[in-house]
């Protein structure tokens, strides 16, 4: 990569943490368009069309295609009022609709490491009886209300009987809202974002009789990456972790790292069997976000090493979308390790709703495969 580029690129970085995303946006632009593949770095490019991993060949993201969803990103964010923050970043004027009976509170949680707002979905058939605990993380750009309604999780707990929290990011702690899933000081147990997701859980798990050992956390893209490290940093709070679009547990330590590891994976932090988290990854493999290749590191985390029995299957859901499902399952039978690889997808939540950002409407159902696998496990 040419000097010019490198200093554009820095540059937006700095904009974009201090919310001047329009001059961020230009930098970018500037950064696109002005950097020829021929000055790309050996480590962003080779002379290889794809990635093979696990036996499967993965299509490699140009640097290009990089910026490029970096530039629409930015596109979609906006600048908030710095007024009372951190709660403003939990409300939204067009709420997810309820049904009778049921709950979408706002609520916050404080510690030493800081306040963040969440919301809380209470299904209209708790009558004080325990439930299932599901923590989301929503994604850059995205709100509790926005998450909740593309995702229909939600709708989804009306149904199966259990509670859903929102942790939200507000833009003081990132500028683009994204959990800062690539920063060493947050990627460890009680401190920093996991502190406080940790704590936003523990606070639901005083106040409502949450059933023993059934409490979940999944997340997209910023949000699925987070999961992964709490997971990794609370084995004994989370019976199992959903990753959608999202990176391993210490597959970058700083922004470029993060860069690289969105591109061409990262180099996931090591994992012992006795602290693995079984997990469930969904992942597009026309994703030019997050390259493909994560998802295979997530459930590579996963395994940490255990003799499991992969089991392939292909098919495609109601609304035409392919699919191949792996599932690593152990001697008793039980799915440790599930990984849905989305033919022609992006980076989208599949089987969402229009009605939220991100969404792939035509996948199959990512909300309610991950109920499916979290039933089978819990904490003892």
């Not at 530039?71 to 709660?87: H, I, M, N, Y």
């Not at 993380?137 to 309604?149: E, I």
């Not at 997808?345 to 089987?351: L, T």
Request: proline share 7%.
């Amino acid at each position: 990569m040419n000097a010019p580029t490198k200093i554009d690129m820095l540059a937006a970085l700095r904009l974009t943490r201090e919310g001047r995303l329009e001059e961020a946006m230009t930098a970018l632009r500037g950064a696109f368009s002005s950097a020829p593949q021929s000055n790309i770095e050996p480590e962003f490019e080779s002379s290889a069309p794809s990635r093979t991993f696990g036996g499967a060949s993965l299509p490699r993201i140009s640097l290009r295609e990089t910026l490029g969803g970096l530039v629409e990103r930015l596109g979609r964010l906006r600048p908030t009022p710095p007024l009372d923050e951190a709660f403003a970043q939990a409300s939204d004027p067009a709420p997810a609709r309820k049904a009778d009976g049921s709950r979408f509170e706002q609520r916050s949680f404080a510690n030493a490491a800081g306040v963040r707002a969440y919301k809380l979905y209470v299904p209209s058939g708790f009558n004080g009886q325990p439930l299932p605990l599901v923590v989301m993380l929503h994604g850059c750009a995205q709100s509790p209300d926005d998450f909740a309604a593309g995702t229909r999780m939600n709708h989804l707990a009306e149904e199966q009987t259990f509670l859903v929290a929102y942790p939200a990011q507000p833009q003081s702690a990132n500028a683009g809202k994204c959990w800062n899933w690539f920063k060493s000081g947050d990627q460890q147990r009680d401190r920093g974002e996991p502190s406080l997701i940790a704590g936003i859980t523990r606070q639901i798990m005083e106040e409502f009789p949450v059933a023993q050992g059934r409490v979940y956390i999944a997340g997209l893209s910023a949000g699925g990456a987070a999961a992964a490290i709490m997971g990794s940093a609370y084995p004994d709070l989370y019976a199992a972790i959903g990753v959608h679009s999202g990176l391993a547990c210490g597959a970058a330590r700083d922004m470029p790292s993060a860069f690289t590891a969105m591109k061409n994976g990262g180099s996931p932090a090591a994992t012992s069997r006795a602290s693995a988290v079984p997990a469930i990854v969904f992942h597009g493999d026309s994703d030019t976000t997050v390259h493909p290749v994560n998802g295979h590191e997530v459930i590579t985390q996963a395994k940490a090493g255990a003799k499991l029995d992969p089991k392939v299957t292909g098919g495609v859901s109601p609304n035409g979308r392919k699919y191949t499902q792996t599932v690593h399952v152990d001697a008793g039978g039980r799915p440790m390790a599930e990984h849905w690889v989305l033919h022609g997808s992006g980076h989208a939540w599949s089987g969402g709703s229009a009605a939220g950002s991100y969404t792939d409407p035509h996948g199959p159902d990512a909300s309610r495969e991950m109920m499916r696998f979290f039933a089978h496990h819990r904490i003892r």
